[in-house]
């Protein structure tokens, strides 16, 4: 962390206060303490609860305004009525942030609304921030510090997730998250807040939101345009149809808006916008795992010609271009096929792999393909036998993106091997490779446009 | 099997000489007879090889001439030129089925597509049934037979897959057929004849098609919309584009035309086409594990807002409807909420669940969304440990289609999880769940509309 930022307290708290934690512990109690334990926290725990002296082995105080320190974060989880002078008594007591967990506030009735008005004054008037309400709050592996009621599995993706629920701190298909910040009703740190946090964070290198609704709209964008010259953002819009925005509106009492409002936002901003959750893992470990790149001409190699054919068919699809091998390319590698074979590309190596070996003849058209200036990116269908093959080979070309599809049926067993051979940019469909190489390019491309 | 079919010699022969077999065996050199064995096949085997007079333990024969009887199918690898004589010796000695795997006929040069010729005059003056040339021929799990030369995964999933390449037999993502025919150059056996066997296959009850080009259009949608009335069709076209069509024509000879044809061509026979692979076992499943339905109106219940938005958007974005809950289902549940609650589609169970004991709060929402008329369809966004209450459940509502998103990270565990609960109709994704349903839905209606 290059600088020091206010939300430091609320992602990597030395002291923490736990107000209206549960005595009660076990499967089914979503009791935090014991989650934050069992995360691995570091940091001095205190316990808020004025019917306990002790919570798990951790003295435990009546209220805030007996805790024996200044802290760095109060978590909030009481009934909704007391939360405000909660805050207020956090404020007083020195402490810098607060996440409420606790709900029925903007999104609920007007009785709720009333106490988040409350809420908002305690930011300006004492100065305290505040994440929610009705937030999960905060997961960051990196630090072993978690404020979720449920279990959350631990890893260090450096892929961050701005979120307004907590709901997909689990992470999505094939896209864990390393950190997560919880907005929810986002009544004071805000979209912008969290995307600055992160740009700064070296352990960081993609941010995912999950937007229902948005303020300050200029500044949000101006924001992203900066962070997006060093970190890609990709964004979820949740609530884009007509009865998803109604939703949105009682979840975290977000304005979704017009759907073609959101999208031109995005587009401006050159934020990737995905319809799908299934697509952000796709791109995010395209970012993390490829080389830079702005071509946008594919060579493919194959074992299958069908293999080939969809993958074109891919190609196509998202706007990118079947490569035209160059000739020094096809006259190097024709000698590996039968004469009346006219090698291109795709190059179909199943014929020649089977009568002059498949490692021998695989090595060589890979590592031709990597050296042909025609070629930008060049996709391998390849089994999971090839897997150890092709790895050995990308190392040698760190500049060119190579990205695996392994056709099959057990995704499990695929994974399996895709990480017992460390081959992390490998897909599960060309659709999906193609289009995570499509909106990987686009990035890079807007990237040097804008820093020539 | 209700009748006696041709391709019956091909999918479960009860003898079978594999011609050309090599006596090279172990890993790498693609041996079919070493395969055949590995698969399990309990029929004859009888290889031909002149130059051996025994490979693993079978005597081998000099040439067919010389096979000690009748047998049912021939599977040919032997160099392209003497293929012709071959399957004339096979028609002679009454052999009633070739599959051809050698290539280089009418995909490859003028030679080749002289030589296809002339196993078209075998077929029709010989009688002989030909599969291929540049076939991987069939894979029968339920037989115990493969003439593949590469190893497959065995499995009895009631999915066929016609193709016209075998590099996919080893499945789809999350796909894997129980039965495969490759069509290869389809110089014979083709589609209506393969579609044609598998419909009256009572193993099979979902058919997938690989195509890259068709003739005899007319016959073919004929078949289709016959079939379609009692087993759904599903197809990736192979060729879309410019350049995938260019690849196809090198690949099997097809000449694929263009891609507006060929929907044209799957709408109006009904079939349900898809351009991604990844969404053909989305869709397989759905149809392998839900009741037929034609409804629309689809209820939510989720943990989380976000998940339950995100569903919103998906139901929209595939033309289905969020269901309007029944006023007494409401009244039913309400008291299971928190006052401010605004209870509704999508039903968002958390704060109940953590308040009431999250099982019987899911029990009573899932059952009484299931007793509702006005749903047709429920999605369930659901935590793996949620899996087991919801199997048991929905095991006793067998007419209303119910479909999991586990949301998370971690496919394999979550795959292992489905599994452990026998608990099949799970999706990764919103997305990928509401696009199934959405094409299941089309199937089903159009089999009512047509036969009322």
């Known amino acids: 962390m290059k600088n020091e930022h206010f939300l430091d307290s609320f992602l990597r708290p030395k002291s923490v206060a736990l107000v209206g934690v549960s005595q009660k512990t076990g499967?089914?109690?979503?009791?935090?303490?014991?989650?934050?334990?069992?995360?691995?926290y570091k940091g001095e725990i205190y316990p808020v609860n004025p019917n306990a002296s002790e919570i798990l082995g951790f003295k435990a105080y009546r209220n805030v305004q007996s805790l024996p320190k200044v802290l760095d974060l109060a978590v909030i989880m009481t009934p909704r009525d007391i939360v405000p002078e909660i805050v207020e008594g956090c404020a007083e007591r020195g402490i810098k942030g607060a996440i409420i967990i606790t709900e029925g506030f903007g999104e609920g009735d007007d009785e709720g609304r009333c106490l988040q008005g409350r809420l908002d004054d305690a930011v300006v008037s004492k100065g305290i921030r505040i994440l929610g309400p009705n937030s999960i709050g905060v997961v960051n592996s990196f630090h072993d510090f978690s404020s979720a009621f449920i279990p959350l599995p631990k890893d260090l993706a450096r892929v961050a997730l701005i979120s307004q629920s907590g709901g997909f701190f689990e992470g999505f298909p094939d896209c864990p998250f390393g950190k997560g910040i919880d907005l929810g009703n986002t009544s004071d740190v805000n979209f912008i807040d969290a995307i600055s946090y992160f740009e700064k964070d070296d352990d960081i290198r993609v941010i995912?939101?999950?937007?229902?609704?948005?303020?300050?709209?200029?500044?949000?964008?101006?924001?992203?345009?900066?962070?997006?010259?060093?970190?890609?953002?990709?964004?979820?819009?949740?609530?884009?149809?007509?009865?998803?925005?109604?939703?949105?509106?009682?979840?975290?009492?977000?304005l979704g808006g017009k759907d073609g409002l959101y999208r031109?936002?995005?587009?401006?901003?050159?934020?990737?916008?995905?319809?799908?959750?299934?697509?952000?893992?796709?791109?995010?470990?395209?970012?993390?795992?490829?080389?830079?790149f702005t071509g946008n001409r594919v060579a493919v190699i194959t074992p299958t010609g069908a293999g080939g054919i969809v993958t074109l068919d891919s190609i196509e699809d998202h706007g990118l271009q079947p490569a035209v091998l160059?000739?020094?390319?096809?006259?190097?590698?024709?000698?590996?096929?039968?004469?009346?074979?006219?090698?291109?590309?795709?190059v179909d190596i199943l014929s020649a792999g089977m009568a002059q070996g498949y490692k021998h003849v695989y090595t060589k058209v890979l590592e031709s393909c990597l050296n042909d200036k025609n070629v930008d990116i060049v996709?391998?269908?390849?089994?999971?036998?090839?897997?150890?093959?092709?790895?050995?080979?990308?190392?040698?070309?760190?500049?060119?993106?190579?990205?695996?599809?392994?056709?099959?049926?057990?995704?499990?067993?695929?994974?399996?091997k895709a990480k017992r051979y460390d081959f992390e940019p490998y897909y599960l469909s060309p659709d999906r490779a193609l289009y995570a190489l499509k909106m990987v390019r686009e990035y890079y491309k807007q990237r040097i446009n804008n820093h020539p």
Request: some cysteine.
């Open 27 to 40: 499967r089914g109690t979503f009791n935090i303490l014991e989650n934050l334990m069992n995360f691995g």
């Open 208 to 254: 995912v939101l999950y937007m229902e609704g948005i303020r300050n709209v200029q500044e949000f964008m101006g924001t992203c345009r900066r962070v997006m010259s060093s970190k890609p953002i990709i964004a979820v819009k949740g609530g884009r149809g007509e009865s998803g925005s109604k939703a949105a509106a009682s979840h975290t009492g977000s």
């Open 264 to 292: 031109a936002m995005f587009r401006q901003s050159k934020i990737l916008q995905v319809d799908s959750i299934a697509a952000v893992g796709d791109i995010a470990r395209a970012f993390l795992y490829l080389p830079p």
């Open 326 to 346: 160059a000739r020094e390319t096809i006259d190097g590698i024709a000698d590996l096929f039968q004469p009346w074979t006219d090698v291109g590309n795709p």
């Open 379 to 416: 996709v391998s269908v390849c089994g999971v036998y090839t897997l150890k093959t092709t790895k050995a080979i990308v190392t040698k070309y760190p500049e060119k993106p190579v990205v695996v599809w392994i056709p099959g049926a057990d995704q499990s067993f695929i994974a399996e």
